[in-house]
């Protein structure tokens, strides 16, 4: 229980971060950072713990692994969504 709600205290400021990075903060609500930086987290991580063997977000204390690759997993789905908003990565 604890764990899941670290996970989305953790996805949110993510997303908050990763927003910043791909410079969509403005353009993005509260609520859609939160949900960006949860889904990122989750692909991230998913991804590095079949590459890595590491990577969660949900621990205490935080795994510097699953931080990065969290973040890499929320900059790449803005990534994605950019490019099918605008047709372009950066806006």
Known sequence: MLGSIWFIIMGGIIGWVASLVMNRDAAMGKFWN???GILGSF???????FVL????????PPDIMGIISALIGAIVLLGVLNLIQRGNVRG
């Open 43 to 49: 692909i991230g991580n998913t991804v590095f713990a």
């Open 53 to 60: 063997g590491s990577g969660t977000i949900g621990g205490w």
């Open 34 to 36: 939160v949900v960006v």
